[in-house]
Nanobody, 126 residues
């Protein structure tokens, strides 16, 4: 089992940037695919971005494509989500998750993620 702790959320204005971090412990981080998800009040959890275990392949949800960048540093057991051009509709609790799926590729399906962090709040004011 892996433990995940997110940090870096906060209150920003539209157009600002934030970088979220996801610190992992308890299992070899480099063997796990990593994803970021978000959930706004009254809405279902939404896929944001994914990166494969090697960090050389990424995939983004349509709503964040071109603005957000997912990355990872396996030596530091940490994943990141760089969020640029934030808009009020990006307001949500952002959670990182890892998958033990036996693949070196991307994991897009939420059901394949088996460890989740508690989340960090991101609020974007207009």
């Amino acid at each position: 089992q892996v433990q995940l702790v997110e940090s870096g959320g906060g209150l920003v204005q539209a157009g600002d940037s934030l970088r979220l971090s996801c610190a992992a412990s308890g299992r070899t981080f480099s063997t796990l695919a990593l994803g970021w998800f978000r959930q706004a009040p009254g809405k279902e959890r939404e896929f944001v971005a994914a990166v494969n275990r090697n960090g050389d392949s990424t995939y983004y949800g349509d709503s964040v494509k071109g603005r957000f960048i997912i990355s990872r540093d396996n030596a530091k057991n940490t994943g990141y989500l760089q969020m640029n051009g934030l808009q009020p509709e990006d307001t949500a609790v952002y959670s990182c998750a890892t998958s033990r799926a036996l693949t070196t590729g991307l994991v897009i399906t939420r059901a394949l993620y088996d460890s989740w962090g508690q989340g960090t709040q991101v609020t974007v004011s207009s």
